[in-house]
């Protein structure tokens, strides 16, 4: 009776996935418009996110801070860490020196401005100064494109279907394009545009010199640690010149950009949607007795189990975990280490690479780009 019911079992389930998987083109359409519509609603909610963090920083600032590090020992100090305000007047100026010391270091000082900037334990979080550094820098958003390409190769060894028409070339293609933001930014909005910084800007317009007009307000040139004193500019005080933060260009242009990008790929397109039927079908040879059968049934259960459920929830979790640390590192660049003058020139310069990944994402031009890095367009515009 037992062998009986195994061909049952598996005609029952043969036709319940197959029903599932007989959709009408009309009914596919529907759910791909309503996927994109899903993606660009979380595209926006990003973008928003990451400015309202930044603008939080900077009214943390105030407008009249740019902080340096300091040589606490020179300082006569007894601080773990020394900060000093390059805008202050004077050491007796009302924040001009940050002292972190054990009391700073609580739990309960972590939300006071002086608090943020020194406690420990926001800088020994995982990963959180490695999304500044390179390779850590442009190696950690590849990821999700990394498993995609490492599964397609699995794919393509085990000759499982890719999960969606020429999905290994696609990927390569994303993971180009990604890759050359990331030179776009680097070679482009860092080095040219710093070099355009120190030869025109600087020269050329009052109050964005590297001149200091009073060198009186240098007081704190004596407490400066060695790497710095080698790196003072002729006739200006060391941080004070405009310098516009790369580092929210790095944030804005590279880091979130790259993530939220393969991020909606991946909302869009399951690791393996069409496991499902060729695995089924491979099971089902004739020449394989039923109860072989059901076994890779089950087999095939647990991969697809493990690759469209644990795997994405995985990827959500180091998606989420990278934005947090990026969001908190905006906001101590805002809050601290830039001027507001300096974080929005260099939120302006990122919404060159911003502003065209969303509309690839989201937005119904573009067309042959968006088929270019295997993102879906309207029927109407496949035609």
């Known amino acids: 009776a037992e062998e009986e019911a195994l061909p049952l079992l598996l005609n029952c389930q043969f036709q319940q996935e197959t029903e599932k998987e007989n959709m009408t083109g009309e009914d596919a359409n529907t759910n791909r418009i309503d996927a994109r519509k899903a993606v660009g609603f979380m595209w926006k909610i990003h973008f928003s996110i990451g400015l309202m963090v930044l603008c939080f920083g900077i009214m943390c600032n105030g407008g009249g801070r740019k902080y340096i590090v300091a040589d606490p020992v020179k300082a006569s100090m007894d601080c773990k860490k020394l900060y000093v305000n390059v805008y202050s007047s004077s050491p007796e100026e009302d924040g001009a020196m940050i002292c972190c010391n054990d009391y700073l270091d609580e739990w309960l000082q972590l939300f006071s401005y002086e608090g943020f900037l020194c406690n420990s334990k926001i800088r020994s979080i995982p990963l959180s100064r490695s999304i500044t550094r390179y390779p850590d820098s442009w190696l950690l958003p590849l990821i999700p494109i990394g498993l995609r390409i490492i599964i397609g190769l699995f794919g393509k060894l085990s000759n499982r279907p890719h999960p969606h028409p020429h999905d290994m070339w696609t990927t390569t293609k994303r993971l180009i394009f990604v890759i ?25 317009i009052p109050g964005i010199g590297r001149e200091t007009s009073d060198k009186g307000s240098c007081w704190y040139m004596p407490l400066l640690k060695s790497w710095q004193a080698s790196k003072i500019e002729e006739n200006s005080c060391y941080g004070a010149p405009f310098d516009f933060s790369d580092h929210v260009v790095l944030f804005f242009s590279h880091s979130l950009p790259s993530m939220i990008f393969e991020a909606s790929f991946c909302f869009l ?54 934005n947090i640390i990026t969001l908190l590192a905006i906001h101590s660049t805002a809050a601290y280490f830039h001027t507001v003058g300096e974080v929005i020139v260099g939120y302006l310069i990122s919404l060159i690479v ?9 937005a119904d031009e573009w067309t042959h780009i968006r088929r270019l890095v295997g993102f879906p367009i309207d029927r109407e515009h496949m035609d």
């Open 269 to 322: 397109f399951p690791f393996l949607p069409d496991a499902v039927h060729h695995w089924r079908t491979t099971a089902g040879n004739k020449e394989q007795d039923d109860r072989k059968r059901l076994s890779a049934e089950k087999k095939n259960t647990l991969i697809r189990f493990f690759f469209n459920t644990v795997l994405p929830i995985f990827l959500l979790l180091v998606f989420l975990y990278l």
């Open 354 to 362: 911003q502003i065209p990944v969303g509309w690839i994402i989201w």
């Open 180 to 204: 050359l933001i990331f030179h776009f930014r680097g070679w482009g909005l860092y080095v040219f545009l710093n070099f355009v910084e120190d030869t025109v800007l600087s020269s050329s």
